[in-house]
């Protein structure tokens, strides 16, 4: 069964800085998708980024960057310029094909002013 | 537009009532998901509908009930629950099933079981 990891329960940033969330996965396919999501106190689960398992170009989208490395298994996801709107729960998720959305167990996030 | 809509946003039921979460989405997505997440939990996947068709059941009690009226809708009908049924009920959608795709939630809805 595909495992999804995060080792950090909870991590805190001060505002305008850079913080990076870890996530690791466990799987034997070769075509998958990986997700960042967030989901703030507002609860509403909101798509950050995702990448696809072919390409080696690590994705980016605004401030949100990630660090794909397929053969460590390891989707890291770095928050650049941190904002107050950034606090949430950020979840890594995996998807292999024709199968079900995998959830890491999630990163509580906290940026202070 | 990546707009999942889901009603009612909150709602208490007692353990004897009879009620149904909604969710819409206009995408064109075939593929409709209901996910269960307690506090501080990632969501846990409960239905899926693709093309309309239930797909999978996740062993859900039976006092949860999907249905799928059309390609755009997707209802959970709620009766007899306990306490424990206590949590946020999210819905999602994608393009298709069958393939590797991304999934879009709608901002759920909080049900409190009395």
């Known amino acids: 069964a595909q495992t999804v990891t995060q080792s950090q329960p909870e991590m805190s940033v001060q505002e305008a800085e850079t913080v990076t969330l870890s996530c690791t996965y466990d799987t034997s396919e070769n075509n998958y998708y990986l997700f960042w999501y967030k989901q703030p106190p507002s609860r509403q689960m909101i798509l950050v980024i995702r990448?696809?398992?072919?390409?080696?170009q690590n994705a980016t989208e605004n401030r949100f960057s990630v660090n794909f490395q397929k053969a460590a298994k390891s989707f890291s996801l770095k928050i650049s310029d941190s904002q107050l709107g950034d606090t949430a729960m950020y979840f890594c998720a995996f998807l292999e094909y024709g199968n079900k959305l995998v959830f890491g167990a999630g990163t509580i996030l906290r940026v202070k002013s | 537009d990546t707009e999942v809509t889901q009603t009612p946003k909150h709602l208490v039921m007692g353990m004897t009532n009879k009620k149904s979460l909604k969710c819409e989405q206009h995408m064109g997505h075939r593929a409709m998901y209901w996910y269960k997440q307690k506090a501080k939990k990632p969501p846990e996947l409960m239905f899926v509908y693709s093309y309309e068709k239930l797909s999978i059941n996740e062993s859900v009690p039976s006092r949860f009930s999907p249905e799928c009226p059309n390609s755009s809708l997707l209802n959970l009908h709620l009766h007899a629950l306990q306490p424990e049924d206590s949590a946020l009920y999210l819905c999602a959608s994608s393009q298709v099933l069958a393939g590797v795709d991304t999934q879009y939630f709608g901002p759920g809805t909080r049900l409190t079981v009395l």
């Open positions: 990448q696809e398992a072919y390409k080696q």
